[in-house]
Structures are given as C-alpha cells and as structure tokens.
C-alpha cells in the first residue's frame, strides 16, 4: 500500500504578533500563518478539509485586546486553541488544549497539529503514550489544571481515591512543563523503610552509616533539573519531612554524613490519600511543610463522578489491549455496558483497566458480555437511590478489597500486585474497611 501525505493545507490563526523567529519555526514545520494582530476588526473564516488551529499570543495583551479576542474567540468555540504567554487570571474563552512555552520548538509545534486534527489536549499524556483519557466535565476541569500548572514553578499536591491517575497527571505536569527535558522521578514514600528513606531521598557519604560503602546521591539530587513525585507523602517519616522543608525553602539539602549544602533544582510534586490536614492535626505531618507542598491543588475525581468516560475508557483499554495481545473481543454487549455504568468503581481507573483486560482475555466472542466483568459481586449504585450512594459505594470497596484478598490467600504483596496498588494501600484499605488480616488468615 502506498501511503498517502496529508495534503490538507496546515492553518495557524496568530492572535497577537509572533516574532521573526517564531514564523521561521513554524514556516519549516509547514504551517501557513495568519496574524490577527487586531481582533476587534478581524473575522476568521474556517474551510473545511483544512487543518486550523488558533494561537492566543497573550505577552504583553492589554485588557481592550483582551477583550475583543474574548469576543472574536466565542463565534468560534470549533477552533482549538493553544496560548502562548501568561493567561494571568483570565480564563480563555473555549477550550485551551496546549500552553506553549518561548522558544516556540518544532516540538512544540507538532503538538499544534495534533490539536488541530482533534486529538484533544496531547500534552496531558505520560512519556509512553499514556494520556489522560476523558471528556467529562469533571476531566476537562483536571486538564484545563494542568495546563495553568504545569508551565508555573510551584509544588503541586495531587489529591485523589486511589487508582485516580494521580501518577499518570504528575508525569502529565512534568512533560508540559519547561522541565519536560529533565529527568522524572516517581518515589513512593510509602514504599521504603522508614530507615532508609533519608538515604534514599538525600543520599549519603562514605561511611554515614552500617553499609555506606561509598557515596550515594539521593533521588533529590538524581533529579536536579526535572521533577520528583514524592507518592503517599503523608507516608514520610518527621525527620525526612523537616529536611524536605529544607529543601523547598532553601533549594538545598544536606547528604547524610555531610555538613556541605549542595544546591538543587527541582520541582516538588507530591500525592496523598490520606487526609494531611487530619495528618497535621494528630501531630504526624508538619504543618508548615504542608502549608509549602500545599500550594497548587490538582484533585483527580473519582471514576464515578466522570459520566461516559467511564466507557470511553473502557473502550480505550479495550483497544490498547488488542493492539497487544491477539484477543476476538472488540467491543462490549450492551448488558456489559450497562454494568459499566452501574458499577461505583472503588478501584477507579485502575480497576476498570484490570477489569476490561480480564474480560478481554476471557471472553470467547466479540462482544464482551456483562459476565466476563465480573462486576456481579460488588453492589450496583443504580439500584438504591439518594442517600444510601455512599454506603453502597464504601461496601462495594470493601467487597472488592476482601474478595482480592481471598483471590490471594490473603498475602499482602500479592493483594497489592493483583489491585495494582501499594502494599501500604492494602493496609489503609484493611483498616478503613476493619479488615482483620491476622484473623481473617486462620
Ligand atoms: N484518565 C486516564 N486515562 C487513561 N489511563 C488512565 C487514566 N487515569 C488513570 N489511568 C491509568 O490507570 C492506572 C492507575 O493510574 P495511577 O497509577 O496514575 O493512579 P494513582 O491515583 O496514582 O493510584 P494510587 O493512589 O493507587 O497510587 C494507570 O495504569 C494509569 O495509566
Ligand atoms: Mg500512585
């Protein structure tokens, strides 16, 4: 087969005045460019098989500028728009799907093409491909976020029930940001021992304790220039929390078995699900280090509360699935998609991914149907009305964790490989849920 070129002709509409360099980039990637230095006496036409995209170019826009953009913007609310400069408080009429940062790069110009073909915001997407999937009202609060976040120097704390895609938003803040070219990286606090964690994070020197036979660098320093995710940090021990307070306030940190400061350049992302404020009140998070990783907020809404993504991302895995492994199954019967939607997701995201993937593998057709989910054994929200929601949901939960549990003959690290989450997760899970491990295992 012979592949055909896209000879849709690439049309960029400049609101505002790009530089002479700024036409050069966007000249060789092949975009023809229309500048809109006046909006008030401007009008866009749009022809159809053509590829368009705006651009609001907001450096130095005064407020009359800014307002005549606003009404030119909402008689097209079709074109997808990328903003370059501070948005300031001003919201952008429509939706924005790319902030883009100076110097425009050609990379940075591919992903106005993938605007423009509407593919959605493709900087709310992991290193692999992984892209926050969704068109709830709910997710494009999330997006939109992200791209006020993602370009500002400030820690962000990402809140949200497990298996949200706190993760994936964090690595999704890091690739939009100006650091993107910067390592990334991920530690779960709640993961390392307690003894180890101040090693782990600041590094030490030679002989700093019982097995430091040389010097280490800490995750700290490993990601000068980028960003770390500190996950579950509500997890970290007070000591290491003062010497985080050290480093978001001084930009510096101490190895362990060293008095010399060595500078850093990080951004500090941090997740929890627990409740830090509760955490500060009983004494185990230190307040004012909440107070300075508290500065953005990013909450990933549950899965319950985000309408048709919830089969939007089913089919989304589905496909993923399928590109990978040889399976019949295509598409979900309309039983199946009803119990999607009925299902209240205690798992959220993660759960629904491992879920689709069973049934992929199981279902001997090419619709899935409704049993291959294996959603029977959690309640079904849709049926009890009001009030009673939540309960049903905090059950379903429980259901969920108890019967991965029984699944794995009640080992902790295999539950947690099963669900995908944390062995600290399972734990939280077991004691919010008043799960006995100890007598549940005899
Ligand atoms: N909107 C989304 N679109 C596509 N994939 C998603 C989305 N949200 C989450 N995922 C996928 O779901 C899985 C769980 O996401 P992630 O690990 O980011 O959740 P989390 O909130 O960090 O979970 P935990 O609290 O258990 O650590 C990952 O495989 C991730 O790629
Ligand atoms: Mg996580």
Redesign the pocket.
């Given at each position: 087969m012979v592949a055909v070129p896209d000879i849709r002709k690439r049309c960029l509409i400049w609101l505002g005045r790009p530089t002479p360099r700024e036409r050069e980039v966007l000249a060789a990637a092949g975009w023809e460019l229309r500048v809109v230095d006046d909006p008030a006496s401007a009008r866009i036409g749009l022809r159809g098989s053509d590829l368009v995209a705006g651009l609001v170019d907001l450096r130095g826009a005064a407020p009359a500028w800014r307002a005549a953009m606003h009404e030119l913007l909402a008689r097209h609310p079709e074109l997808p728009l990328a903003s370059l400069g501070d948005d300031g408080d001003g919201e952008l009429p429509g939706e924005r799907l790319l902030s883009l940062r100076e110097p425009l790069d050609l990379d940075q110009v591919r992903g106005l093409q993938r605007i423009a073909e509407g593919e959605g915001a493709p900087s709310a997407c992991g290193p692999d491909g992984?892209?926050?999937?969704?068109r709830s009202p709910a997710?494009l609060q999330v997006r939109a976020s992200l791209n006020k976040f993602a370009p500002v120097e400030l820690p962000v704390l990402v809140t949200?029930e497990?298996?949200?895609?706190?993760?994936?938003a964090a690595r999704a803040l890091h690739e939009m940001s100006p650091r993107a070219r910067g390592p990334f990286i991920a530690v779960n606090c709640g993961a390392l021992p307690p003894s180890l964690v101040q090693a782990e994070l600041f590094g030490h020197e030679r002989g700093a304790f019982t097995g430091a036979a040389a010097r280490r660098i800490g995750l700290f320093e490993a990601a000068h220039g980028g960003t770390i995710f500190l996950?579950e940090v509500g997890d970290l021990p007070l000591d290491a929390q003062t010497n985080l307070l050290r480093v978001l306030q001084e930009g510096t940190l101490e190895r362990i078995g060293s008095h010399q400061s060595v500078r850093v350049d990080v951004r500090v992302l941090a997740?929890t699900?627990v409740d830090l404020e509760q955490a500060v009140a009983r004494g185990r998070f230190r307040q004012d280090l909440y107070y300075r990783l508290d500065v953005l907020r990013l909450h990933?809404p549950p899965l319950r509360e985000r309408g048709d993504d919830v089969e939007l991302?089913a089919r989304?895995f589905l496909e993923a699935f399928r590109r990978q492994h040889q399976v019949r199954a295509r598409a979900f019967d309309p039983a199946a998609r009803r119990a999607l939607r009925a299902h209240a997701w205690p798992g959220n995201?993660?759960e629904l991914?491992n879920r689709v993937r069973r049934a992929a593998v199981v279902s001997e057709g090419e619709l899935i149907p409704a049993e291959a989910l294996q959603l029977a054994a959690a309640a079904t929200p849709s049926a009890t009305a009001g009030d009673g929601l939540d309960e049903v949901r905090v059950q379903a939960e429980r259901e969920a964790i108890l019967a991965t549990l029984r699944e794995s003959g009640f080992n902790v690290s295999e539950c947690a490989r099963r669900l995908r989450?944390?062995r600290v997760?399972v734990y939280r899970l077991c004691r919010k849920h008043q799960l006995e491990l100890e007598a549940l295992r005899v």
């Amino acid at each position: 087969m012979v592949a055909v070129p896209d000879i849709r002709k690439r049309c960029l509409i400049w609101l505002g005045r790009p530089t002479p360099r700024e036409r050069e980039v966007l000249a060789a990637a092949g975009w023809e460019l229309r500048v809109v230095d006046d909006p008030a006496s401007a009008r866009i036409g749009l022809r159809g098989s053509d590829l368009v995209a705006g651009l609001v170019d907001l450096r130095g826009a005064a407020p009359a500028w800014r307002a005549a953009m606003h009404e030119l913007l909402a008689r097209h609310p079709e074109l997808p728009l990328a903003s370059l400069g501070d948005d300031g408080d001003g919201e952008l009429p429509g939706e924005r799907l790319l902030s883009l940062r100076e110097p425009l790069d050609l990379d940075q110009v591919r992903g106005l093409q993938r605007i423009a073909e509407g593919e959605g915001a493709p900087s709310a997407c992991g290193p692999d491909g992984d892209c926050l999937v969704g068109r709830s009202p709910a997710l494009l609060q999330v997006r939109a976020s992200l791209n006020k976040f993602a370009p500002v120097e400030l820690p962000v704390l990402v809140t949200g029930e497990t298996g949200t895609g706190k993760e994936l938003a964090a690595r999704a803040l890091h690739e939009m940001s100006p650091r993107a070219r910067g390592p990334f990286i991920a530690v779960n606090c709640g993961a390392l021992p307690p003894s180890l964690v101040q090693a782990e994070l600041f590094g030490h020197e030679r002989g700093a304790f019982t097995g430091a036979a040389a010097r280490r660098i800490g995750l700290f320093e490993a990601a000068h220039g980028g960003t770390i995710f500190l996950d579950e940090v509500g997890d970290l021990p007070l000591d290491a929390q003062t010497n985080l307070l050290r480093v978001l306030q001084e930009g510096t940190l101490e190895r362990i078995g060293s008095h010399q400061s060595v500078r850093v350049d990080v951004r500090v992302l941090a997740a929890t699900h627990v409740d830090l404020e509760q955490a500060v009140a009983r004494g185990r998070f230190r307040q004012d280090l909440y107070y300075r990783l508290d500065v953005l907020r990013l909450h990933m809404p549950p899965l319950r509360e985000r309408g048709d993504d919830v089969e939007l991302l089913a089919r989304h895995f589905l496909e993923a699935f399928r590109r990978q492994h040889q399976v019949r199954a295509r598409a979900f019967d309309p039983a199946a998609r009803r119990a999607l939607r009925a299902h209240a997701w205690p798992g959220n995201v993660r759960e629904l991914l491992n879920r689709v993937r069973r049934a992929a593998v199981v279902s001997e057709g090419e619709l899935i149907p409704a049993e291959a989910l294996q959603l029977a054994a959690a309640a079904t929200p849709s049926a009890t009305a009001g009030d009673g929601l939540d309960e049903v949901r905090v059950q379903a939960e429980r259901e969920a964790i108890l019967a991965t549990l029984r699944e794995s003959g009640f080992n902790v690290s295999e539950c947690a490989r099963r669900l995908r989450v944390s062995r600290v997760t399972v734990y939280r899970l077991c004691r919010k849920h008043q799960l006995e491990l100890e007598a549940l295992r005899v």
